[in-house]
């Protein structure tokens, strides 16, 4: 009898003799075990057959440049391509036609010769001697050593918080944006409470070079990559997004922020930031959930935070837990394009809001003073405290101050069932911790910026209930009736204890009397 090419096992049996049943069944597990063994044959070598996709040959040829000190004769780039990696290209009958194109179309100092054209944003390699010399070089290594503000090579831990902080603030003034000390220290405090902040407000306000800014300032810029910029999209439904997927021939296919988180474990004295721009685009709970369960998992061990797996063996070949060097920032605009928050999201984040716009402000087009980044150790960010009690440890009239004023507060939102949990007041106690360890912000200003972010954001609706618990808020935080009578609030806000709160709360006050309807978000 002939069997096909492809057959991988087969055993004859005669109809007149078929052996035992247990015979059989022994000779089934080996047909299924050499089957096995043939199918993982054809994986593996049909992996081999594929070959090397365009993003390897880029990453080879940087790696060739930085290997020659930033520039080389494009003998020499496939020479090293040969030494290095000859025998992973031997299934090319041309793979140094394949690096020149590769050359070509991130250059715009290439000719056009090629499908594709050059641009800005692929412009990685440039002629050092003109065109036709075949001399390349890696023009963000040229930058990096040339033209950039070069970050000081020895890391900094010796600078006080505070001292920190102003450097950061001074290096976002010297890029021309305006932002206030306390603005900054209050992100600086948040980052430190939780790796997870989300930056709101109106469209156009400088939210995303805000946070460019501030990482760049401690050293974590996108050509280290320290920072990372992520766009969100509004087709995303769930972690495999950003983490990654297992794709139809099993193998995964790693996500961006793998990528990131990857490269953070392996540097975890130096700070990744990340930032999702525009995150609400899609819904947050849905590809998001993941990451934020994983934070909330963290524990001590051994005197080491340790998270819950982000990723697994069994899914990705390798486990991957929740860094203590990773930061995660996201930015959103509240418009009819995009999703609101649930109140999971809200609990596990600070959520800062950037609506002041000074249009007369034009130091941005002027020489301003240049300020050199820094590069940072991650203590300076990484977190300290996870439970209460790490807290009350150290700073036991924190923790008294911060839970007498949320009793206050809970009092007037539990008439719509709005009152905060542990968690909330956990994270608010850490961030009055850390606040007072750096003396950045006075106590009153520091529970006010926690109460703006971590309470207010959770307030939303149209009925009488809202209405008075915004105004039962006003009293509290200003120590003042609200009187609809008055056409001017300023004073009230400036005597207020807690001042950015009440001109929230009165900003909310007047969307409900003339919109019907109320929130935290501006849209």
Same mark, same amino acid.
């Given at each position: 009898?002939?069997?096909?090419?492809?057959?991988?096992?087969?055993?004859?049996?005669?109809?007149?003799?078929?052996?035992?049943?247990e015979?059989?069944?022994?000779?089934?597990?080996?047909?299924?075990n050499?089957y096995?063994?043939y199918k993982?044959y054809?994986?593996?070598?049909? +992996?081999?057959?594929? $070959?090397?996709g /365009?993003?390897? !040959?880029?990453?080879?040829?940087?790696e060739a440049l930085? *290997?020659? %000190?930033?520039?080389?004769?494009?003998?020499?780039?496939?020479d090293?391509?040969?030494?290095?990696?000859g025998?992973?290209?031997?299934?090319?009958?041309?793979?140094?036609?394949?690096?020149?194109?590769?050359?070509?179309?991130?250059?715009?100092d290439?000719?056009?010769?090629? +499908?594709?054209?050059? $641009?800005d944003? /692929?412009?990685? !390699?440039y002629?050092?001697k003109?065109?036709?010399?075949? *001399?390349w %070089?890696?023009?963000?290594y040229?930058?990096?050593e040339n033209?950039?503000?070069?970050i000081?090579?020895e890391?900094?831990?010796?600078l006080?918080?505070?001292?920190?902080?102003?450097?950061?603030h001074?290096y976002?003034q010297?890029?021309?944006?305006?932002?206030?000390?306390e603005?900054?220290?209050n992100?600086f405090l948040?980052?430190?409470?939780?790796?997870?902040v989300?930056?709101?407000?109106?469209s156009?306000?400088?939210?995303?070079?805000?946070?460019?800014?501030?990482?760049?300032?401690?050293?974590?810029t996108?050509e280290n990559?320290q920072?990372?910029?992520?766009?969100?999209?509004?087709?995303?439904?769930?972690s495999s997004d950003?983490?990654?997927?297992?794709d139809?021939?099993?193998?995964f296919?790693e996500?961006?922020?793998?990528?990131?988180i990857?490269?953070?474990v392996?540097?975890?004295?130096?700070?990744?930031?990340?930032?999702?721009?525009?995150?609400?685009?899609?819904?947050v709970?849905y590809?998001f959930?993941?990451?934020l369960?994983?934070?909330?998992s963290?524990?001590?061990?051994?005197?080491e935070?340790?998270?819950?797996?982000?990723l697994?063996?069994?899914?990705?070949?390798?486990?991957?837990i929740?860094?203590?060097?990773?930061?995660i920032?996201?930015?959103?605009n509240?418009?009819?394009?995009?999703?609101?928050f649930?109140?999971?999201?809200?609990?596990?984040?600070?959520?800062?809001?950037?609506?002041r716009?000074?249009?007369?402000?034009?130091?941005?087009?002027?020489?301003?003073?240049?300020?050199?980044?820094?590069?940072?150790?991650?203590?300076?960010?990484k977190?300290?405290?996870?439970?209460?009690?790490?807290?009350?440890?150290?700073?036991?009239?924190?923790?008294?101050?911060v839970?007498?004023?949320?009793?206050?507060i809970?009092k007037?939102l539990?008439?719509?069932y709005?009152?905060?949990?542990y968690?909330?007041?956990?994270?608010?106690?850490?961030?009055l911790?850390?606040?007072?360890?750096?003396?950045?912000?006075?106590f009153?200003?520091?529970?006010?910026f926690?109460i703006?972010?971590k309470?207010?954001?959770?307030?939303?609706?149209?009925?009488?209930?809202?209405?008075q618990v915004?105004k039962d808020?006003?009293?509290?935080?200003t120590?003042?009736?609200?009187d609809?009578?008055l056409?001017?609030?300023?004073?009230?806000i400036?005597?207020?204890?807690y001042?950015?709160?009440?001109?929230?709360?009165?900003?909310?006050?007047?969307?409900l009397?003339?919109?019907?309807?109320?929130?935290?978000?501006i849209?």
């Amino acid at each position: 009898m002939d069997y096909a090419y492809s057959t991988a096992i087969y055993i004859e049996y005669s109809s007149d003799q078929l052996p035992s049943e247990e015979l059989l069944q022994e000779d089934l597990k080996e047909m299924l075990n050499i089957y096995e063994k043939y199918k993982n044959y054809v994986k593996e070598t049909s +992996k081999k057959k594929k $070959g090397k996709g /365009n993003q390897w !040959f880029l990453e080879k040829i940087i790696e060739a440049l930085e *290997f020659f %000190g930033g520039s080389a004769h494009l003998k020499e780039i496939n020479d090293y391509f040969d030494k290095n990696y000859g025998d992973e290209l031997t299934i090319y009958k041309d793979w140094p036609a394949i690096v020149r194109q590769q050359i070509y179309l991130h250059s715009s100092d290439a000719d056009k010769v090629f +499908k594709g054209v050059p $641009g800005d944003e /692929n412009d990685i !390699f440039y002629s050092v001697k003109g065109k036709g010399k075949g *001399f390349w %070089g890696l023009r963000k290594y040229k930058q990096n050593e040339n033209e950039m503000n070069v970050i000081k090579e020895e890391i900094t831990d010796y600078l006080s918080y505070s001292e920190l902080v102003n450097h950061i603030h001074q290096y976002i003034q010297s890029k021309g944006f305006l932002y206030s000390f306390e603005e900054v220290a209050n992100l600086f405090l948040s980052f430190k409470t939780k790796p997870f902040v989300i930056l709101s407000g109106i469209s156009g306000t400088g939210k995303t070079k805000m946070v460019q800014w501030f990482a760049e300032s401690v050293g974590a810029t996108d050509e280290n990559g320290q920072f990372t910029l992520i766009p969100v999209r509004p087709d995303w439904n769930d972690s495999s997004d950003l983490l990654g997927y297992v794709d139809i021939q099993g193998d995964f296919k790693e996500g961006p922020l793998t990528k990131v988180i990857k490269q953070a474990v392996k540097e975890p004295d130096k700070p990744f930031i990340v930032l999702l721009d525009e995150m609400n685009l899609a819904r947050v709970e849905y590809y998001f959930s993941d990451l934020l369960s994983v934070m909330e998992s963290r524990k001590w061990v051994d005197g080491e935070i340790v998270s819950s797996p982000l990723l697994t063996e069994e899914m990705a070949g390798y486990e991957l837990i929740f860094p203590n060097n990773l930061y995660i920032i996201g930015t959103v605009n509240m418009d009819e394009t995009t999703y609101p928050f649930s109140k999971k999201v809200l609990d596990r984040a600070n959520t800062i809001e950037f609506n002041r716009v000074d249009l007369e402000n034009l130091d941005f087009l002027k020489d301003l003073n240049k300020k050199d980044p820094l590069k940072i150790t991650n203590h300076y960010l990484k977190p300290e405290y996870l439970h209460l009690k790490d807290v009350y440890e150290k700073h036991p009239n924190v923790v008294r101050e911060v839970t007498k004023e949320l009793v206050k507060i809970n009092k007037i939102l539990e008439a719509m069932y709005a009152h905060v949990g542990y968690r909330v007041r956990d994270e608010i106690c850490f961030y009055l911790a850390y606040n007072e360890e750096a003396e950045l912000l006075d106590f009153n200003q520091a529970l006010d910026f926690s109460i703006r972010q971590k309470i207010l954001p959770r307030l939303s609706g149209s009925d009488r209930r809202i209405d008075q618990v915004l105004k039962d808020l006003y009293r509290l935080f200003t120590n003042k009736e609200f009187d609809e009578a008055l056409d001017d609030y300023e004073h009230d806000i400036e005597m207020a204890k807690y001042p950015e709160s009440a001109k929230k709360v009165l900003e909310m006050i007047r969307r409900l009397e003339e919109d019907g309807f109320t929130s935290f978000w501006i849209s």
